[in-house]
């Protein structure tokens, strides 16, 4: 098992995350990533630096990025 799995909190963000892509894709006519563990390992290394940027800037993260 991969290390970042064993952080809860960054689970949740990257699961929201993965709510957050379905929905925009639905709304832009394109299929959903077939599930959370697929989009996680797809996009890693922008959900880390997206999750890291968030946190040093002390901003809630279940505000929508997408929505900003």
Known sequence: MKTYKTDERFMHFCRYMYDENCRERWNH???PYPDSNFYI???LNWLMDKY???A???NEWQTSIYRS
């Open 29 to 31: 006519g394109q299929e």
């Open 41 to 43: 390992e797809k996009n």
């Open 52 to 54: 890291r940027d968030l």
């Open 56 to 58: 040093q800037k002390g």
